[in-house]
């Protein structure tokens, strides 16, 4: 990939990305695909949230009471992501690690699932396919389940991937579509009075642009100042096991409390995560693998004998209505595309075909004109 480490004030470029992960990645791609010169600027993509992240695309059993405008957005985003998987794999040569299983959600005691069941009817209320399991039916799918487990729910629809090999395959077919990725970290935006706008780099370089998009997930409220985006903690673990330990997306609830085990192809299962307020407090605590442990343990007792691989925090860019911010921010020439909260992953299609548009001129997928920034102007 070109790679530019800015001692001073270098070409300009249509658009400049301030963030390599895997929104500001994918929507880079998709821009790049459309003619535009495009630059990256990050110091290492897909180290933040991304390279923390399960990779659950999971609109069905992400479900909430209070946020169908991101649900329709989720399943709008679900719907393009074969198509989007397709033609990464093809232009990048990489192989994602794509499942479609659905997801698995158990219950662990008889009040957990009274809320599954109250979570089901909501769900069919929103013409959502999910099926009522039985707890022997929820160990024929996955038999390192307790027996303790007293029932679930099946969402077919529901799909994974793999964060890491999808920010491998991105900056892949970045470089095969002309983009450029500048190694180093964005200090500020610069506006100036008339002309275009630039981003000034750490090292005193500037990187002058056409248009700005701000993807630098929970730090862009500090390159602009006043964006309501926040930093959400969230512990993880990898643990590594046999091939086919668990074959599909496993959420559950023990005594009111979430817990997920999302299985790589390799034997790998990814077990998170916790969802903290404490700023960019990037300790692993031992409370934070105690409490996910011993949730996951109660749903999969054999996960104790396998290796834990690795902890690791991300700081997830929450914003107040849980909704993303993709559209002009107010300072001309500069775009958001930022606060996907949990679910960047999943949005990363539907967030680079709307950059792309509104870099082009092109349509603006309707289920992403509800994350207009504007919404949150007075």
Same mark, same amino acid.
């Given at each position: 990939m070109s790679s530019t480490?800015?001692?001073?004030?270098?070409?300009?470029?249509?658009?400049?990305?301030?963030?390599?992960?895997?929104?500001?990645?994918?929507?880079?791609?998709?821009?790049?695909?459309?003619?535009?010169?495009?630059?990256?600027?990050?110091?290492?993509?897909?180290?933040?949230?991304?390279?923390?992240?399960?990779?659950?695309?999971?609109?069905?059993?992400?479900?909430?009471?209070?946020?169908?405008?991101?649900?329709?957005?989720?399943?709008?985003?679900?719907?393009?992501?074969?198509?989007?998987?397709?033609?990464?794999?093809?232009?990048?040569?990489?192989?994602?690690?794509?499942?479609?299983?659905?997801?698995?959600?158990?219950?662990?005691?008889?009040?957990?699932?009274?809320?599954?069941?109250d979570l089901a009817a909501?769900?069919?209320?929103?013409?959502?396919?999910?099926?009522?399991?039985?707890?022997?039916?929820?160990?024929?799918?996955?038999?390192?389940?307790?027996?303790?487990?007293?029932?679930?729910?099946?969402?077919?629809?529901?799909?994974?991937?793999?964060?890491?090999?999808?920010?491998?395959?991105?900056?892949? #077919?970045?470089?095969? $579509? &002309? %983009?450029?990725?500048?190694?180093? @970290?964005? !200090?500020?935006?610069?506006? *100036? /009075?008339?002309?275009?706008?630039?981003?000034?780099?750490?090292?005193?370089?500037?990187?002058?642009?056409?248009?700005?998009?701000?993807?630098?997930?929970?730090?862009?409220?500090?390159?602009?100042?006043?964006?309501?985006?926040?930093?959400?903690?969230?512990?993880?673990?990898?643990?590594?096991?046999?091939?086919?330990?668990?074959?599909?997306?496993?959420?559950?609830?023990?005594?009111?409390?979430?817990?997920?085990?999302?299985?790589?192809?390799?034997?790998?299962?990814?077990?998170?995560?916790?969802?903290?307020?404490?700023?960019?407090? #990037?300790?692993?605590? $031992? &409370? %934070?693998?105690?409490?996910?442990? @011993?949730? !996951?343990?109660?749903?999969? *007792? /054999?996960?104790?004998?396998?290796?834990?691989?690795?902890?690791?925090?991300?700081?997830?860019?929450?914003?107040?209505?849980?909704?993303?911010?993709?559209?002009?921010?107010?300072?001309?020439?500069?775009?958001?595309?930022?606060?996907?909260?949990?679910?960047?992953?999943?949005?990363?299609?539907?967030?680079?075909?709307?950059?792309?548009?509104?870099?082009?001129?092109?349509?603006?997928?309707?289920?992403?004109?509800?994350?207009?920034?504007?919404?949150?102007?007075?």
């Amino acid at each position: 990939m070109s790679s530019t480490r800015p001692s001073g004030s270098e070409p300009g470029h249509d658009v400049v990305i301030v963030g390599g992960g895997v929104a500001g990645l994918a929507a880079a791609w998709r821009t790049a695909r459309r003619g535009l010169s495009v630059a990256v600027v990050d110091p290492a993509p897909g180290s933040g949230a991304t390279h923390a992240a399960a990779g659950m695309l999971a609109p069905v059993s992400e479900v909430t009471y209070t946020e169908e405008p991101l649900l329709r957005l989720g399943l709008a985003s679900l719907a393009t992501w074969p198509a989007f998987r397709a033609e990464l794999e093809d232009e990048s040569g990489a192989e994602l690690d794509y499942r479609t299983e659905g997801t698995l959600e158990v219950a662990r005691g008889t009040d957990d699932m009274a809320v599954l069941d109250d979570l089901a009817a909501f769900e069919r209320t929103l013409g959502l396919r999910v099926e009522r399991l039985t707890g022997r039916e929820c160990r024929s799918f996955e038999p390192m389940l307790s027996p303790s487990v007293r029932g679930g729910l099946l969402a077919r629809d529901d799909a994974w991937v793999d964060p890491r090999r999808l920010v491998r395959a991105l900056l892949t #077919a970045f470089e095969k $579509a &002309g %983009g450029t990725l500048v190694a180093e @970290r964005a !200090a500020g935006i610069v506006l *100036p /009075g008339r002309g275009s706008p630039s981003v000034r780099l750490t090292s005193g370089g500037t990187v002058p642009a056409g248009r700005i998009v701000v993807a630098a997930g929970s730090w862009s409220a500090a390159l602009l100042p006043g964006l309501p985006v926040r930093p959400v903690k969230g512990q993880i673990l990898r643990l590594r096991g046999p091939r086919g330990f668990l074959t599909r997306c496993v959420r559950g609830l023990v005594h009111g409390s979430p817990a997920y085990l999302v299985p790589r192809g390799d034997g790998e299962i990814v077990l998170g995560a916790t969802s903290e307020e404490l700023g960019y407090d #990037a300790r692993v605590t $031992a &409370g %934070g693998v105690y409490e996910l442990l @011993r949730d !996951a343990r109660e749903l999969v *007792p /054999g996960l104790t004998e396998l290796e834990l691989a690795e902890t690791a925090v991300g700081f997830r860019p929450g914003t107040p209505d849980n909704l993303p911010l993709i559209g002009p921010t107010g300072p001309p020439g500069v775009l958001a595309a930022t606060g996907h909260g949990r679910n960047g992953v999943l949005l990363a299609p539907v967030t680079a075909e709307a950059v792309a548009a509104l870099l082009t001129g092109g349509a603006v997928p309707e289920a992403a004109l509800s994350c207009d920034p504007g919404r949150f102007h007075s």
